[in-house]
């Protein structure tokens, strides 16, 4: 099993439907993120969590929501979608003293319609 | 504003060229710099460097930091096809998030 599992892999979806992406993690590390990344903008941070109770805003973060469910459990959640949030989506973790950098999932390939 | 930049956006070589690409950064409060390599879907992690001056190798691939000049290099020698991915570069702040740079498109011809 890989270390970092989104699903679904792929997804289209109207405009203005609720949507969410979820991410599970067998690292066992406390400190989740989502990100997404656009052709020509690179990757951008959404949400991170250091702990089951502590959630933080990015960079980017209007239009999504993030729930932490245990450890293991990030998921993203858009409300409304929306064309612009077309995008490859990714889940990623990273150890506490942060020497191996960041273990994204495979991505979320989301196409909103 | 905290950001990344990477150059050249996309460099195209043959099998057996050496590449160096670059990546300078503005990042408050700067802890690290990572490199990764994404090819089909997921970045996977190749380098950090925290010191300056101090190389990172890894098989063909080496990587240094220099702090002063806030600027670090990838290299990769002998490139072969297997090497054709995007490569970012991410610098590390406050406590652990990454900024990342939109990344060089290298493609390895045979």
């Known amino acids: 099993d890989a270390d970092v599992t989104q699903t679904p892999r792929n997804r289209i979806t109207k405009t203005g439907k609720r949507i969410m992406l979820e991410c599970s993690q067998t690292?066992?590390?406390?400190?989740m993120y989502w990100y997404r990344q656009d052709p020509g903008l690179g990757l951008r941070l959404i949400y991170y969590?250091?702990?089951?109770?502590?959630?933080n805003k990015g960079e980017i973060s209007d239009g999504y929501s993030v729930s932490r469910q245990a450890q293991a459990k990030f998921s993203l959640s858009l409300e409304s979608a929306i064309p612009n949030q077309t995008a490859l989506y990714f889940c990623?973790?990273?150890?506490?003293?942060?020497?191996?950098?960041?273990?994204f999932g495979s991505g979320t390939r989301l196409t909103v319609v | 504003e905290d950001k990344v930049v990477q150059s050249p956006l996309s460099l195209v070589v043959h099998e057996g060229d050496t590449v160096t690409l670059n990546c300078s950064y503005e990042?408050?409060?700067?802890?690290?710099l990572l490199w990764y390599k994404q090819e089909k879907k997921a970045p996977t992690f190749l380098f950090m460097l925290?010191?300056?001056?101090i190389e990172k190798k890894s098989g063909r691939l080496s990587s240094i930091l220099d702090k002063k000049e806030l600027f670090s290099i990838l290299n990769i020698t002998a490139t072969q096809t297997g090497d054709s991915a995007v490569y970012l570069c991410?610098?590390?702040?406050?406590?652990?998030?990454?900024?990342f740079g939109t990344g060089t498109r290298l493609q390895v011809f045979p």
């Open positions: 990623a973790t990273s150890d506490p003293v942060g020497n191996y950098g960041y273990t």
């Open positions: 690292k066992g590390h406390d400190r």
């Open positions: 969590s250091f702990d089951v109770k502590d959630i």
């Open positions: 990042v408050t409060n700067f802890r690290s």
């Open positions: 925290t010191s300056s001056g």
């Open positions: 991410a610098g590390r702040f406050n406590t652990d998030k990454l900024i």
